[in-house]
């Protein structure tokens, strides 16, 4: 490992120690370097709050001048909530300016490294790349597109069930990884599931760890058929979006909006939009999802191929029988040359299970 990937790895660890805290805000660390010393450290920690290199400007104090701060992403160069950060660099007197990628976001786009540039600092850009890259995925995807980053979780059995024909489905996987879900939950800013799952399983879809974000509850109920006693109705412990059709019982409509719940109605005729319903996300700030669907809602967010991640529990047991659901229902793919890669495919044991993270390949 070369020097400057050192100090990068650090930089990258404390923007990652934030991970469910930013949105929609990137994951951004910052350490500052004079004379083979660590002076100065920072992280991104939520929206509204100095970025990474502010905190470790700060630090650093007078030891700035002269030294090399090595930041995960990009110093914006605009007018946000808080100042430029390119500008304070040159402010300080930092020497060099070591940066892992620039930012996608269109407002940055280089402007950031020119204004580093133009000020006579040396900038070097590409070290720990592809980490820091994979590090804000959601964002990137985010600033450029405006609609969440979708990640799909499932806990099957090894034969690929969800529970079992009488839909039993407590417990498939362990503790272990069922902690696991729960960060997964904090660390989004949306958890989504259909109207079938609320009335089967009348599930808090909440985060159950020290300290966790309980994200948003978005439910796809296109008749408005949700029990208006259920937890994610009456609870209060989070918010509840819930997404219908123009085939909505409005009266049922009405209830839910007294009960201080926003109700959506997307242009499908009988089915929610499930494309709308990610645009009005994405304009709502809602820049990660996890679905935690079922079988339907899992195939038909894959068939219009909006699923970027896909997270896998997978028990080491049995259930069989044809009636028992599986992870993904509809109608599947007809041809094995059709059938959706994972790309990237990451394995881990936890607890007993295995955990499979990939990214989709379209055909």
């Not at 890259?133 to 969800?162: C, H, R």
């Not at 085939?247 to 494309?275: A, C, M, P, W, Y």
Request: aromatic share 6%.
């Amino acid at each position: 490992m070369s020097e400057h990937e050192f100090y990068m790895n650090l930089a990258i660890n404390n923007a990652k120690a934030m991970k469910g805290q930013t949105d929609p805000n990137p994951l951004v660390g910052a350490v500052i370097v004079n004379h083979n010393r660590i002076v100065g450290v920072g992280a991104h920690l939520k929206v509204g709050e100095p970025h990474a290199e502010i905190h470790a400007l700060r630090m650093a104090g007078d030891q700035a001048s002269g030294g090399t701060i090595y930041v995960t992403l990009e110093p914006c160069s605009h007018h946000g909530r808080t100042g430029p950060c390119a500008e304070a660099i040159v402010k300080a007197g930092i020497k060099k300016v070591v940066v892992a990628t620039l930012d996608p976001n269109p407002i940055v786009a280089g402007n950031g490294i020119a204004i580093l540039k133009n000020a006579g600092i040396e900038v070097i850009v590409g070290i720990c790349e592809e980490e820091s890259i994979k590090m804000n995925e959601v964002f990137n995807k985010f600033i450029v597109k405006k609609q969440p980053f979708i990640t799909l979780k499932s806990a099957t059995t090894l034969d690929g069930k969800i529970s079992s024909s009488s839909w039993d489905s407590k417990w498939i996987t362990s503790e272990e990884a069922r902690k696991d879900v729960h960060q997964l939950r904090h660390e989004h800013v949306g958890i989504l599931v259909g109207v079938h799952t609320v009335i089967k399983d009348d599930p808090e879809l909440t985060t159950r760890i020290p300290n966790g974000r309980n994200p948003i509850r978005i439910i796809l109920d296109s008749t408005l058929r949700i029990p208006l006693d259920a937890k994610v109705v009456q609870d209060q412990k989070a918010p509840t979006w819930i997404f219908t059709s123009m085939n909505h019982n409005k009266e049922v409509k009405k209830k839910l909006e007294q009960l201080g719940h926003q109700v959506f109605v997307t242009s499908g005729e009988k089915r929610v939009n499930i494309h709308e319903t990610l645009t009005i996300l994405g304009e709502h700030s809602v820049s990660s999802v996890l679905i935690e669907g079922g079988g339907e809602v899992n195939a038909s967010f894959l068939k219009e191929q909006l699923v970027d991640k896909l997270v896998l529990y997978m028990a080491p047991k049995l259930i069989g029988g044809k009636q028992a659901p599986g992870f993904f229902a509809g109608t599947g793919i007809e041809k094995m040359a059709e059938a959706i890669d994972l790309s990237d495919l990451d394995v881990q044991k936890i607890g007993k299970d295995f955990k499979f993270t990939g990214y989709p390949v379209y055909k």
